[in-house]
Every structure is written in structure tokens, then in C-alpha cells.
């Protein structure tokens, strides 16, 4: 029987591409005008207005309550705000190619943080997994090259860059019961804008927006309404239709497009430890994946 692709099939595959873009496009308005504080901060403030507007039309409020729920929605905004501080200052000290590759590890810390908490049992075959995606972080650290101050602190920065996201996910979770993820999304991105232009104040005061080129300009434009607002109604409703685990076997492949897009559009080398690193990070996945890992007594 010939394969055709879904509705659903298309939406993760456009998700996964502007993820994978958006690196990309990032790399280059860092090193093309944007100082990275101020980029982060008009980005996701524009972002949050245009998503809780798209959240209030939806449901008509944005209300959270009980303590709890407060509590675990700060923790995730403080993951988010620590991952958007890794995120452009990774970009802006190591290469696209290396950022990419690096979140592939996202599962691995998902997965380890979530038994962290008792929300799921590590079996023997994860802890292999684990230990090949991270050996394979090893080897793209090693083919990086350049200087140990710029290089090396940059992937130690998408490290905390995946490591911080995982902390997202796993913290959101339990809310995802009582709360739709627009609703999620929209409270998180407005609570964190608050902080994160404090922080980005000096940078905002001093970025010069004349010298900015359309180029710059449209990239910014890209990276707010695709990777923050787009994909994550379509990624979402991918979900709510086919459930996480399909669609996290799209999600695997953000960080090779990633990849191939920095070669592509930014000339980026590619180094034969990298690719292995690459390779590595992919077979821990999967490796992970064939036998998933089991829940403890009495989790949902």
C-alpha cells in the first residue's frame, strides 16, 4: 500500500522545520545586528501579546488557581527564562550546527528529570541510551574546535539549553490535567517577559535598531510569530490527534534539519566528530525509544 502523508503528518513536519530554522535564523541575526539579550526580550514579548491574544479568543481566560498550580507554572517560567538566557548566548558563542545537535539530548534530560520526580522508572537499556547520547555530546564538543573561552562555553550553554527545556517539560505536566497548553503557554510567556526584559534592560538601551537590516528585521519577524506562536498551536492539535509519542519521533529530527540548514544557509563545517556525535545522540534515542521506560506504581 502506498504511503500518504496525513494532515497531521504535514503539521509536524512544518513544526520540526521551523524549529530547525529557526536556529538558523537566529545564528544570523545574533552576528548581524541584535544584541542577544535585546533580541531575546523584544522576541518573546512580542510573542506572549500575540499568544495570549490567540489564547483569550480561543477559551476567554487566561485564570490559573491553587497553589500548586501557581507553583509549578513559576518553576516553569524560570526553566523558560534560564532557557532563552542559554538559547542566544549559545548562538552567539558556538555554531548553529553544534546548538543543534546538542538538543538532541532534550529527551535524555526529559527522561531523567522525570524520574527525578516519580514520574516515570529508568530501565538498564535508558541508561545505555544515556550514556550514548552523551558520549555523543562529548564528540560534537571535541569536532567544535576554536578557542576553549568561546567554543566550549557555548556548548556547555546548549547543554543547559536542552537541559533547561526538559525542566519545562517535565514541570508543566502535571498542569496539562486541569489546564489546556495554550492556556499553559500563554501564562508562561507573559510571566517570563517580566524578568527577562529587566535583565535585558542595559542591552535595550544600547542596541542600535537604525542599523538593523530588513534582513534582521524579517528574521525577527520569523522567529516570533513560527517557532513561538505557529508551531505551537500545530504541534498541539498533532498531539491532541496522534498523541506525544508519534510526535516526538518527528521532533527527533529538529536537530539534523537544524544541521543541514546551518551548512546550507550559513556555510557552517560540518566535522567528522560532529557527525559521529550526531549519530550517537540518534542511536541513544532510539535505542531509548524501543523499550520505553516504565511508570512507577500509581502514576497517571
Known amino acids: 500500500m502506498r504511503w500518504r502523508p496525513t494532515a497531521v503528518d504535514v503539521m509536524l513536519v512544518v513544526t520540526v522545520v521551523v524549529w530547525a530554522f529557526n536556529i538558523t535564523v537566529t545564528k544570523y541575526v545574533l552576528t548581524h545586528g541584535f544584541r542577544p539579550l535585546a533580541y531575546a526580550s523584544v522576541r518573546y514579548v512580542a510573542a506572549a501579546v500575540l499568544f495570549a491574544a490567540l489564547t483569550l479568543a480561543l477559551e476567554r481566560t487566561l485564570a490559573v488557581g491553587g497553589r500548586r498550580s501557581l507553583g ?20 552567539k558563542l558556538t555554531t548553529a550546527t553544534t546548538v543543534a545537535l546538542i538538543l538532541g539530548t532534550t529527551p535524555i534530560f526529559t527522561a531523567l528529570f522525570s524520574s527525578a520526580v516519580g514520574l516515570e522508572r529508568l530501565s538498564r537499556r535508558f541508561w545505555a541510551a544515556a550514556l550514548i547520547t552523551f558520549g555523543g555530546v562529548a564528540l560534537i564538543a571535541f569536532g567544535s574546535g576554536g578557542t576553549l573561552s568561546a567554543d566550549l562555553a557555548g556548548d556547555l550553554l546548549a547543554v543547559g539549553l536542552a537541559a533547561t527545556w526538559a525542566l519545562y517539560s517535565v514541570s508543566i505536566a502535571p498542569l496539562m490535567r486541569r489546564y489546556s497548553p495554550y492556556r499553559i503557554s500563554a501564562v508562561v510567556l507573559l510571566a517570563m517577559s517580566i524578568p527577562l526584559v529587566v535583565t535585558s534592560s542595559g542591552q535595550l538601551a544600547k542596541q542600535d535598531y537604525g542599523g538593523i537590516g530588513s534582513l534582521v528585521w524579517l528574521g525577527l519577524g520569523f522567529a516570533i510569530v513560527g517557532p513561538l506562536v505557529l508551531t505551537n498551536v500545530l504541534w498541539f492539535k498533532a498531539i491532541d490527534r496522534v498523541g506525544p509519542s508519534r510526535a516526538t519521533l518527528f521532533a527527533n529530527l529538529q536537530p539534523f534539519v537544524a544541521a543541514l540548514f546551518a551548512f546550507v544557509l550559513l556555510s557552517e563545517e560540518i566535522t567528522s566528530l560532529q557527525i559521529a556525535g550526531g549519530v550517537a545522540i540518534g542511536a541513544g534515542i532510539v535505542l531509548d525509544r524501543r523499550h520505553p521506560a516504565s511508570a512507577p506504581p500509581g502514576a497517571e
Do not use: R
Not at 72 to 91: D, S
Open 72 to 91: 509549578l507554572l513559576g518553576a516553569a517560567t524560570v526553566f523558560v527564562f534560564l532557557n532563552q538566557l542559554a538559547f542566544v548566548y549559545a548562538l
